[in-house]
């Protein structure tokens, strides 16, 4: 199974009163990791959009249990624990990145399932064979 | 059981290049209402945290059903489901409000842990009974 | 000369590390007034733009005198300073709002020049008249 | 003179219904590159504020020319036009970055006024020479 990874920087826009991260902020880091995913497989939204497919949020469940505070550096570890005909199911994990650049406390675990829609008539509809075959690599 | 409610209106701010609300920004609509709730029951965070009391989110689940667009004007239902030694979970629905003032469809669904810690040590303290006491009108 | 006045209330998700609301989000701040001016003359954007009318900013200049942090009530006070064939300007001003609802010390004031364009085209178009009549109680 | 070069990739969350990027996110990412201009300088701004010392911002003015839609990637360049007692201006411009690494169209341009605070007093105070002195390199 291979693990897609990316790597964020928290900055003053992140962090909240309490001096961490604002906890809706993890999530559009992993919106990001899902974005390099596609993007890393082939796949671009704008591109995708414009051929009437649209990714959109189903639902998620996240669990916090660290805090990142401003100028740490921190890592998305993303998988694909189910697909479905219009769904997919990310497994997402955020963890602070070391200065020696091995891996730090764990912060927030997420699943995220996302459907694919039609962007003309906002309907479900297939996720393409060969987005599915190209992010396979990713299945956990 | 009261359910608390309040009322958001849609912005450019919160719209993506989907042409609807982007999906973490339902979780900052949520937060308002968790704000006022407590606001209500005689509560600021401000005031909390200087008295070292900050509440921090453990986890959540959320469910999307529909989307909301610019200009849409939004209702958020929230009550409380849970309270212990140091956490609440409150849950939460958010529905579109019709220009009658009467309730729209329902745009998602959420349960939101949150638990109580000190600002100057980061550890889990009690809930002031203060607190639990004052909100305990929205137990569902 | 009439002033169109808004009110919010600073939440969490508007603070940073520092204590106090993010820079950029006063901004944010400054659009919804607009968009309820807009509103409050009888048009509202997302109606423009399936008319083919969006509103997009050129350009704008602000000044930070004070800081407002969380739980504080603000009032964003709007007028428009200038109004071109497809331009306006909108002169803002951001003030705390004390307890007994009078005005509190002022925290930033802005120009925010908006131009009408095509949203099939992207081109500069002129802002029809309606709507330019209607906000005209608002010039100063 | 020395140019510091950011670079940034358009997500899902900095766009709007427009379909193109929300005008206040080109500040966002206007302060990463700040923070990030800093860092390279050798200093982190919560190391800073751990020492009393916190920059906040006193007045910008921004001029946009083009929109950046999802996908783009962007590069923020930033120099230094100005250094006073307690205050720097920057002066940033956001281009496209063209598929062959390139330079593409000009986006926005902005100077960007930051102040030294105590965090403590929330007095202005001198910044440090130390620091002055290590971003001279960018001072156009």
Chains 1, 2, 3, 4 share one sequence.
């Not at 964020?8 to 604002?22: N, S």
């Not at 998305?76 to 769904?87: G, N, Q, R, Y």
């Not at 070391?98 to 675990?109: H, P």
Request: hydrophobic share 45%.
């Amino acid at each position: 199974m291979t693990e897609f990874i990316t790597k964020v920087r928290v900055y003053i826009e992140d962090t909240d009163f309490g001096g961490v991260v604002y906890h809706a902020n993890y999530l559009r880091w992993m919106e990001r990791a899902r974005t390099e995913l596609l993007r890393a497989a082939g796949f671009e939204q704008q591109t995708l959009m414009d051929d009437d497919l649209l990714f959109v949020i189903r639902g998620l469940d996240i669990r916090y249990r660290a805090s990142a505070q401003l100028d740490d550096k921190i890592r998305v570890k993303t998988t694909i624990s189910e697909v479905t005909f219009a769904t997919m199911v990310f497994s997402q994990q955020i963890n602070l990145e070391l200065e020696d650049g091995s891996e730090g406390a764990l912060l927030c675990k997420a699943n995220v399932q996302v459907a694919s829609i039609s962007v003309s008539s906002r309907k479900v509809m297939a996720i393409p064979k060969s987005i599915t075959g190209a992010v396979s690599i990713y299945r956990s």
